[in-house]
Every structure is written in structure tokens, then in C-alpha cells.
């Protein structure tokens, strides 16, 4: 039976995590366009960040492009189950 | 309850939280395949165009003229890739790339082998301009096959490109033979050059 996911309900995290998932595995998006896209602040961005990457939802790599530092994210084999299976447990509850 | 689930939301919420799942994974595809693909897609319209005008007048050099402007496409495609301002940047995982080696790596395998290379240098010129026209319509309508495939993913639009221009390619071969190439050059190449255009003023 499907559960739901305690840190991926919030709302802004399952918005983060659904953009992850989006892409394909192994693909990263960078930081600043993450928060573009989502309409989130830096600071609110990366709040959420750490705490799915604390939970290994999500893999940060911070590195430099053209001698600018870039931070990349991308959504962890874990994050990406983890998200199925919070997303099937709301199909489950649509359902009943 | 483990310490990671929650009380149930009523199916209300559920509902908001699916159409806000769907809607941010639709967004993402569709901003990220944006981002790159405009430019990318203008650039191989340019170069079906280049190359068709000038086989419609000089078919006897297309293995010249192919060769030179995919390798032109090809260097420009990782080019842009790489350098183009995005509005989305994002880090492709190498399959992306190997995709594409794969898939023309197949169309070019088969035309190699399917075509009697050695038959056509002593063919009439009609003979030779009709396998032309027939190589024409095959490499040309191969990446459109998989525009339409990776569309079912990508979004929609890609899905119609696809169509649009293969049905284009379809009718001017059957129809259009004697004007093929320069069919090919407004049509196909024309499509790829608005379809692009339209990438990069409506999907940001």
C-alpha cells in the first residue's frame, strides 16, 4: 500500500520534486533556474533543498562553469520512489 | 504511521495536489525542451535549406554536401547546447547525445547498405536522381520519427512538428518529384524555421 510522504506534502517541496522528476535520470537543473521556474526566493529554495537532501531525496553538487560557481540538482533514485509512491498514495485517496 | 506519513488529506486536497504535480512536471518539460531546442531547430532548418536548394540544381554532390552540413549541424547543435543563455540550464545526461549518434547512426548504416552504390555511378541521371529523392525523403523524415516519439515525452508540440513536416516530405515525394529538393528546402527545412521561431517567442 502506497504511503504518503511526510517531507514531500508540503507543497513547495512537492513542486520541487515534481520539476526533479520531470527530468531524466542522472540530469541536473541548475539552483537559480529551479527557483525561476518555481517562483521561489533563494532562501526558500535552498531551505527545502537541504532538508530533501538531507533526507537523500535530492543530490546537490556545487561546482563552477566558466569560472562561476553553479549549483546543480537533481532528484535521487530514492527521491524519485519515494515521490511515485507519495504521488500514487494521493491517486489511491482520489480514488475512494 | 511511520514517522514519515501523515494524517490523510480529504480528496479535495489530493486532487489540488496531483493537478500541481502535473502542472510543474508539464512546465518543466516544456520550458526545458524550450530552452535549447528553438535555436537547435532553426539551425538544422538553415542547413535542410542550404543543402536541399543546392541538390535540387547539383545532385551529384550529395554526399559532399551532406557531409559538410552535418557535421556543420552537428558541431553547431553541441555548440548551442553548451553555450547558448538559456533561460533553463540544465546538465544532459550523455544519453541525449547518444541518441541522436544511435539514430542516425542506423539511418545512415541502412542507406549505406540498401543503396546499390556501385549500380547507380553507371545509372541514368533519372535513375540516380530518383534514388536521390528516395534518400532524400528517408534521411529527412528519420529525425522527425523521433521528434514524434520523444514528443510523447517532451510535449505535444514536437509530436505535431513531426507530423506536420513528415506529411510534408510524404506529399512532395509523391507529388513534387521533379522538385523535390526545392520542396524539401521551403517545406521541411521552412517548417523546422518557424517551428523554431515559435519555440522561442511562446514556450517561456
Same mark, same amino acid.
Given at each position: 500500500?502506497?504511503?504518503?510522504?511526510?517531507?514531500?506534502?508540503?507543497?513547495? &517541496?512537492?513542486?520541487?520534486?515534481?520539476?526533479?522528476?520531470?527530468?531524466?535520470?542522472?540530469?541536473?537543473?541548475?539552483?537559480?533556474?529551479? !527557483?525561476?521556474?518555481?517562483?521561489?526566493?533563494? !532562501?526558500?529554495?535552498?531551505?527545502?533543498?537541504?532538508?530533501?537532501?538531507?533526507?537523500?531525496?535530492?543530490?546537490?553538487?556545487?561546482?563552477?562553469?566558466?569560472?562561476?560557481?553553479?549549483?546543480?540538482? &537533481?532528484?535521487?533514485?530514492?527521491?524519485?520512489?519515494?515521490?511515485?509512491?507519495?504521488?500514487?498514495?494521493? &491517486?489511491?485517496?482520489?480514488?475512494? | 504511521? /511511520?514517522?514519515? /506519513?501523515?494524517?490523510?488529506?480529504?480528496?479535495?486536497?489530493?486532487? +489540488?495536489?496531483? +493537478?500541481?504535480?502535473?502542472?510543474?512536471?508539464?512546465? /518543466?518539460?516544456?520550458?526545458?525542451?524550450?530552452?535549447?531546442? $528553438?535555436?537547435?531547430?532553426?539551425?538544422?532548418?538553415?542547413?535542410?535549406? /542550404?543543402?536541399?536548394?543546392?541538390?535540387?540544381?547539383?545532385?551529384?554532390?550529395? $554526399?559532399?554536401?551532406?557531409?559538410?552540413?552535418?557535421?556543420? %549541424?552537428?558541431?553547431?547543435?553541441?555548440?548551442?547546447?553548451?553555450?547558448?543563455?538559456?533561460?533553463?540550464?540544465?546538465?544532459?545526461?550523455?544519453?541525449?547525445?547518444?541518441? =541522436?549518434?544511435?539514430?542516425?547512426?542506423?539511418? $545512415?548504416?541502412?542507406?549505406?547498405?540498401?543503396?546499390?552504390?556501385?549500380?547507380?555511378?553507371?545509372?541514368?541521371?533519372?535513375?540516380?536522381? +530518383?534514388?536521390?529523392?528516395?534518400?532524400?525523403?528517408?534521411?529527412?523524415?528519420?529525425?522527425?520519427?523521433?521528434?514524434?516519439?520523444?514528443?510523447?515525452?517532451? %510535449?505535444?508540440?514536437?509530436? =505535431?512538428?513531426?507530423?506536420?513536416?513528415?506529411?510534408?516530405?510524404?506529399?512532395?515525394?509523391?507529388?513534387?518529384?521533379?522538385?523535390?529538393?526545392? =520542396?524539401?528546402?521551403?517545406?521541411? $527545412?521552412?517548417?523546422?524555421?518557424?517551428?523554431?521561431?515559435?519555440?522561442?517567442?511562446? =514556450?517561456?
Amino acid at each position: 500500500m502506497p504511503e504518503l510522504d511526510k517531507l514531500i506534502h508540503a507543497p513547495a &517541496r512537492l513542486k520541487i520534486m515534481a520539476a526533479l522528476v520531470a527530468l531524466a535520470a542522472g540530469e541536473q537543473l541548475d539552483f537559480s533556474s529551479l !527557483g525561476k521556474m518555481l517562483a521561489l526566493t533563494d !532562501g526558500n529554495l535552498g531551505a527545502h533543498l537541504q532538508t530533501l537532501e538531507e533526507a537523500g531525496y535530492v543530490k546537490i553538487e556545487k561546482t563552477f562553469v566558466a569560472r562561476k560557481p553553479r549549483t546543480f540538482v &537533481r532528484a535521487s533514485a530514492r527521491g524519485r520512489g519515494r515521490f511515485e509512491e507519495h504521488v500514487e498514495a494521493l &491517486r489511491k485517496i482520489c480514488q475512494v | 504511521m /511511520t514517522e514519515e /506519513t501523515l494524517p490523510a488529506p480529504s480528496r479535495d486536497e489530493a486532487h +489540488a495536489a496531483l +493537478a500541481a504535480v502535473s502542472q510543474t512536471i508539464a512546465d /518543466t518539460r516544456r520550458i526545458v525542451a524550450s530552452s535549447v531546442s $528553438g535555436p537547435i531547430i532553426i539551425l538544422w532548418g538553415c542547413i535542410w535549406m /542550404t543543402a536541399d536548394i543546392v541538390l535540387q540544381y547539383r545532385p551529384e554532390l550529395m $554526399g559532399q554536401v551532406w557531409g559538410v552540413l552535418d557535421f556543420v %549541424g552537428g558541431f553547431g547543435s553541441w555548440y548551442l547546447a553548451v553555450h547558448y543563455k538559456q533561460d533553463v540550464k540544465i546538465r544532459r545526461n550523455w544519453r541525449f547525445g547518444v541518441f =541522436w549518434l544511435v539514430l542516425f547512426g542506423f539511418g $545512415g548504416l541502412w542507406v549505406y547498405l540498401l543503396v546499390p552504390w556501385n549500380l547507380l555511378e553507371s545509372a541514368p541521371a533519372q535513375e540516380s536522381f +530518383a534514388m536521390m529523392r528516395k534518400i532524400e525523403a528517408f534521411s529527412h523524415t528519420l529525425p522527425m520519427f523521433a521528434y514524434v516519439i520523444g514528443g510523447l515525452w517532451m %510535449g505535444r508540440f514536437f509530436v =505535431w512538428l513531426g507530423l506536420l513536416v513528415t506529411a510534408l516530405i510524404v506529399a512532395g515525394y509523391l507529388w513534387m518529384p521533379d522538385h523535390f529538393c526545392l =520542396w524539401l528546402a521551403f517545406t521541411g $527545412g521552412g517548417s523546422l524555421i518557424i517551428g523554431g521561431l515559435f519555440i522561442r517567442k511562446f =514556450w517561456k
